[in-house]
């Protein structure tokens, strides 16, 4: 069961950053914002070992320090 989650959460991070060539149109804010959430995701999965919530978590609040950075 671990594997699959694993697997999820790598397919799901994966989805996202390449998801992020789109972002042409975005303002440079909107682009961090994306990036810390992408980049929180992943961190939050790995540090809790797949979690569901450690991955929202992880999203949350790299989008908010993505949002910040200038």
């Given at each position: 069961?671990?594997t699959i989650r694993?697997?999820?959460?790598?397919a799901v991070?994966?989805?996202v950053?390449?998801?992020?060539t789109?972002?042409?149109g975005?303002?440079?804010r909107?682009k961090?914002?994306?990036?810390g959430?992408?980049?929180?995701?992943?961190?939050?999965s790995a540090?809790?070992?797949?979690?569901?919530?450690?991955t929202?978590g992880?999203a949350?609040?790299?989008?908010i320090?993505?949002?910040?950075?200038?």
């Amino acid at each position: 069961m671990k594997t699959i989650r694993k697997l999820t959460a790598s397919a799901v991070t994966i989805a996202v950053l390449l998801s992020l060539t789109a972002c042409s149109g975005m303002t440079t804010r909107e682009k961090n914002t994306a990036v810390g959430a992408g980049v929180g995701a992943v961190t939050g999965s790995a540090v809790t070992g797949g979690s569901t919530a450690g991955t929202i978590g992880g999203a949350a609040v790299g989008g908010i320090i993505g949002s910040g950075v200038r």
